[in-house]
Each structure stands twice: as C-alpha cells, then as structure tokens.
C-alpha cells in the first residue's frame, strides 16, 4: 500500500490521523492511502502569500509563459508513468490521454497563448486609453494585475492531470501561487504528476503546493486576494460557497459543476446522412469514454419524435460493441468507475431516472466483464433509456447518473428541442448536430443563454471537430444555473480569473509610465537619429519622428487608380464624388496615403529593420483631395521581445493634413534587430 504524501510550505508530509484508504477501480483491493489532519494550514498559506507570490510577480508574463512551456515539455517525457498509474482508475488507455495528454496539451497552448496574446510586462492592459478630459491631457485606461494571495484549486476525480493543469496553466500565468487539492479517489495520480512538477526544478519555490485528504479549515482564512477555483457535485460547492469567511471577505469563488448536458440531432439530420451516423457516434463515444464519468458527458439525447425508435436502434447496437473489462487489456473499449461508492450512486440514479424513463439497452444486473470480477470491481454497463413524455418528466431533466447513463427524448420541432434543452437548468455544454444554419441559429438564439458552450458538428466540419465532451484551453469552460455559474479556460479570459482589473487615471505621462505603453498626448522624444536607424534596445518609448509634408495632386490620385485597378467612383468622377455625403469632391485613396505616409517616415538604408509585420487599427478620418498636404507622425508605442536575435516596435502613426487635423491614424508593426 501506498502512502500519498501532502507538498506543504516546502515539505513532503505522510498521510496522518484523518487519512483515507484508497481501492482499486479493478479489484476493489486497498492499494493507497492518503490524508493527513494536521497539516499546518496556516503555515502552507503564508509559504504562498511571501514566497511563491513575490517570486512569480517578479516574472512577467513572457517569463511565465515559457516557464509553462519548459515545464510542459518536461510532463510530456515523463507521462508514461501516468498512465501506467492511471489504470487503477478505472481508466482505459485512451481514458488516460484524454487526461494527461489533455491537461499537458492545455499547459502549452497556454504557453504559446502568454507569449503571443500578453506583454512582456508584469501589467497587462485591458483595452484602449480613454480620454477623459477636453485636451487630452487627463486620461483613463483599465489594467490588470496579479491578485496577493494564493488560489485553492479543489478538483473532481475523473481528471487527476487534466482537472489540475487546465486550473494551474492560466493561475501560473497570472502570477498567482496554487494549493491544490485533488479528489481523494485518485489523488495518487496527481501527486505522481505534482511530484515531477517539484523535480523539475521549473517552477519557483511556493509556487504550487498539494493536499492529499482534507483541506481542514484552511477556507476560513482566505481573504480577498484569495481564490478558490472548485470542480465536482453541486452538493460540495453550494457548501463551499456558503462557508462564512468566504461570503464575509469577498472572496472569488469559481464553480464548475456536473450538469445535464444534452446533444440534439436537427430535424434535418435523418438516417441516411452523414448528421445522424455522426450523432450515433458522439452519443456513444460520450456515455462510454471515461465510464461516462465526466462534467460534459451527453446526460440527455433529443431527437425528432420521427427518428426515435430509428435513433434507438443506432446507438444501441454501437454501445453492444463496447467490450467492458479490466482497462489494462488492449481489447477493453470501457473500464470501470472509479469506486464501489460511484457505482451504488450511478445505479441508484439509474433507479430514480427508471421510475420514468424505459431502460431500453443495458442491464447492471447482467452484463459481461472481461479480465476482472465483475462484483469487486466498480463496473457497470452503459444503460440508454428512452422518456415517452419528457415534458411531464421530472427526473430526467435534474437527475445525473454520473457514469454511463443517458436518456433519449423525442421533441417536435426546433422551439419544442430548445424547450427542453433548457430545463437542465444550465449545463456545461450542448451538442447540436445539423446542417441547417437556420437551425443553428435558433438554437444558438434561444438555449445559449443556459449553455456555457454551444457545440455544433455535420458533415463539413466533423473531421476536424473534438468533439462534444472536449472543453478547449482556446473556449470557456463552465456555464451558468446548475453548471455552478463559473468560467474557466477561454484563453487569456481564463488568466483574468486571477487578476484584478483596476481603472487607473492620470495625464497621458502617468498612464504610459504604468502601462509601458505610449499614449498620445504623452511626453515625444524628436531630438534623436532617425529611429529606425537605432536597434531595439535603444528605442525609447515615445521616440518620435516628424516626417516633412507631401501635396497630393490630382496625378497622383489617377496614376494610383490605374496602376492598382481602384477606379472608385469617389477617386475618378467628380460629380459622382460630390454627390456622396462623405466627400467634398474626388479623394484620395486611403491605400494611396498609406503608401505615401511610408514613403515620408521609411530611412531606406540597410539597418536594424528587419521586415513590417502588420498594421492594425487602422482609420481613416477625414478626406484628402488634391491639392491638401499630408505629414506623419510615427512614435514608438510600445517594445516586445521575440527571440535572441530581434523584439517586435509597435508604432502609433498618425497622418495629418495641412491644417494639422488627423485624417488617418494606425499601428505599425516591424520586427528590429537587437
């Protein structure tokens, strides 16, 4: 037997008094335990707030973020050791990937996103400056910083990599400690994975403590730098939420719940296309993969009252192909929950679902289980049911049998389909399998607000889709009413989570000091060479160069429209031009100032500017007519490092006329040597 040891303010700790004993989803044989009610609680917060706080603040986001990518790689070397542990889950080998392969997968896409999305900064600016006063010089723009405290990750057992890294990758990368603590079922797992999270050496000191067993009381000392992130039964969180120090501090609480989740075959998507063959399969592979032990699964089925029996018949006979066994047997396709208790609870939900639903495929008191005994394992058989009327049904719609248990339901029509949809009460994710956009968006329109993702597949996209139960790092994870109302993952969304925006206000000056970012109106440094002449390191921000002016003739506005083929009526016919609200006369391509404006700010000799890589923002704001004159402005806004050899200049460029008035204002993008 195992002892599951606790990380706690830098220490490894034994299980203790209060500890668990943990079984074997196979055999039903104890093979762990883990828990230790001692643990100094008071001691492991304080490791995070003046430790591992300080240390990740120091770091900026860049620095966050290949922190993430090294460590992710590092997982990856090691991950056959997870799987091989993984096993006593219940889990069969493509169960384990969907978890480590998947929780390692969401640690380096948000690496990548860290240094493609974020700055290289410890501030990360959310949104444009606003101007607040008549001169622009008393200005307003929110930012967002990491939270002091430290964020307490209580995670369900279906995922014991999964449910830990897609919580740890955008904690991390805020610049936020974690304590985190696993389901005690299969925190053996997890603390394999954490134990090489520590060896490696990657991640700062108090950057990531673990809890085997019970948190104690450590929830009644968290304040309102504090988080508490929680994954399981709607039970558990309604009594975390509750707890009297959260509600008195103020303290975030994020709550993803297991819901009613449910796929809809569109009524245009009968047997015989490629919709309803696709619908068959992610019913299947949803009630099947991981036991059906998982916050997305497919909980209720609604098909055209007219496929009904045609739907049946479909997803029973791929569910009598799935070979039930001990998960460590190439030929097993499910293996077994993850305990005796989960078993009793899914078969008694089972029980309250029969009450008014038919079981028309599964029997838990006859079914086959190769390579293992069938009674000391925690195995079930996948059971469909089929509700008649789920319209007076009560059961279906708020009871989960969380394992591999769904219920078929006929609807009517698309309204009647949303109508049901919707008295799950909010859910996590529902599946909508048509190639009908119309249908898409009826349902988009009228269950997206129960939903927190919406996943719609046919024949176009189904090749590429991950499928209905695969929350992506790239999508928010979560959803409102009975999911809990909490958001995880979505990107960079997912890092706000743990940060806390604040408006700032101050002169042009002060904002650009915070942010590291030029505004307009801020201080302009025009007593220097030219600087695309100077390398990355010596631009300051606000450097900035007046360019001369330059007419524009009515030649030049002509010779542009035939060379390039813009022969816009606004550019060649007077009258036309007059006619139009917007201009005073025949203009000036935007494309034409554009152009212009980089002949009067380019210094054309070879020097540290290596190619432009974009433009955004782009907006053009008055008209320009032969005979005006345009200048420009180009100053340095902000500087980000990419690589050894160069670091991307962002420039905000501003073309004005003969009267100084802005007639086009853009960001230049060029990549500069060091």
């Not at 009598?320 to 939900?349: C, F, H, N, W, Y």
């Not at 024949?459 to 958001?487: F, K, Y």
Request: glycine share 10%; with cysteine.
């Amino acid at each position: 037997m195992r002892d599951i040891q606790s990380f706690a303010a830098g220490q490894w700790i034994n299980p203790g008094a209060g500890s668990r004993s943990i079984a074997s989803a196979i055999t039903g044989d104890v093979i762990a335990q883990a828990g230790n009610d001692a643990l100094d609680i008071q001691a492991m917060l304080a490791y995070a707030h003046d430790v591992g706080g300080p240390a990740l603040r120091k770091l900026t986001f860049h620095d966050r973020a290949k922190m993430l990518k090294v460590l992710a790689a590092y997982l990856k070397d090691h991950k056959q050791s997870l799987y091989d542990l993984s096993f006593d889950t219940g889990g069969t080998q493509s169960d384990h990937m969907i978890d480590v392969d998947g929780g390692i997968g969401t640690m380096q896409i948000y690496a990548a996103k860290g240094r493609r999305e974020m700055p290289d900064d410890q501030v990360f600016l959310d949104g444009p400056p606003e101007q607040l006063g008549r001169s622009g010089q008393f200005m307003g723009r929110h930012i967002c910083t990491p939270l002091q405290g430290v964020a307490v990750h209580i995670n369900a057992f279906n995922f014991p990599v999964w449910g830990m890294l897609e919580k740890l990758a955008p904690t991390l990368l805020a610049g936020v400690p974690a304590i985190v603590k696993p389901a005690t079922a299969t925190c053996y797992v997890t603390e394999a994975c954490f134990r090489l999270m520590i060896k490696s050496g990657i991640l700062p000191d108090g950057a990531i403590q673990l809890v085997t067993g019970g948190l104690g009381d450590m929830l009644d000392h968290l304040d309102c730098q504090d988080v508490v992130s929680f994954t399981g039964s709607a039970e558990t969180a309604n009594k975390l939420r509750s707890n009297p120090a959260l509600l008195k501090r103020s303290v975030r609480f994020a709550s993803e719940q297991d819901s009613l989740n449910a796929s809809v075959l569109g009524s245009d998507a009968g047997p015989g296309t490629p919709e309803f063959d696709l619908f068959v399969k992610e019913v299947q592979r949803e009630m099947t993969a991981k036991a059906g032990q998982k916050c997305t699964a497919i909980r209720r089925i609604m098909v055209p009252e007219t496929h009904v029996d045609a739907t049946i018949a479909a997803i029973s006979a791929r569910l009598a192909k799935v070979t039930i066994g001990d998960p460590r047997l190439e030929t097993t396709k499910m293996g077994a929950l993850v305990s005796q208790s989960q078993r009793r609870d899914v078969l008694e939900k089972a029980a309250l679902i029969g009450a008014e639903a038919e079981r028309v495929f599964g029997d838990p008191d006859s079914f086959t289980v190769d390579g293992a005994d069938r009674e000391k394992g925690a195995f079930v058989p996948p059971m469909l049911f089929y509700c008649a009327d789920p319209d007076a049904a009560i059961r279906v719609h708020d009871t989960e049998a969380f394992g591999p248990v769904s219920t078929i339901m006929p609807y009517r029509d698309t309204a009647h389909a949303i109508e049901l949809l919707n008295k799950g009460k909010g859910s996590l994710v529902a599946s909508v399998i048509t190639n009908d956009g119309d249908i898409a968006r009826q349902m988009a329109m009228g269950a997206g607000a129960f939903h927190g993702r919406l996943y719609f597949n046919n024949r176009t996209s189904m090749a590429e889709a991950t499928g209905h139960g695969a929350p992506l790092p790239h999508m928010v994870h979560g959803g409102p009413g009975r999911a809990g109302g909490g958001e995880e993952l979505g990107g960079i969304r997912g890092v706000m989570h743990y940060m806390q925006r604040t408006a700032i206000q101050g002169s042009p000056d002060i904002l650009t000091a915070i942010g590291k970012q030029w505004v307009p109106g801020a201080t302009e440094i025009s007593d220097r060479d030219h600087p695309f002449t100077r390398v990355f390191g010596d631009l300051d921000l606000g450097e900035t160069f007046n360019s001369a002016s330059r007419t524009i003739t009515l030649d030049d506005i002509e010779t542009f429209a035939h060379f390039t083929g813009d022969t816009f009526y606004a550019h060649m016919d007077e009258d036309a031009a007059k006619a139009n609200p917007f201009f005073p006369s025949r203009v000036a391509h935007g494309y034409l100032l554009l152009s212009f404006a980089a002949g009067l700010f380019v210094q054309p000799d070879p020097g540290p500017v290596l190619a432009n890589t974009g433009l955004d923002n782009l907006r053009f704001m008055a008209p320009v007519q032969a005979g005006d004159s345009i200048k420009v402005r180009l100053s340095v806004k902000a500087k980000t490092p990419r690589n050894e050899e160069y670091g991307e200049v962002r420039w905000h460029v501003t073309l004005t006329n003969q009267d100084d008035a802005a007639v086009a204002e853009y960001e230049l993008l060029t990549m500069n040597a060091y």
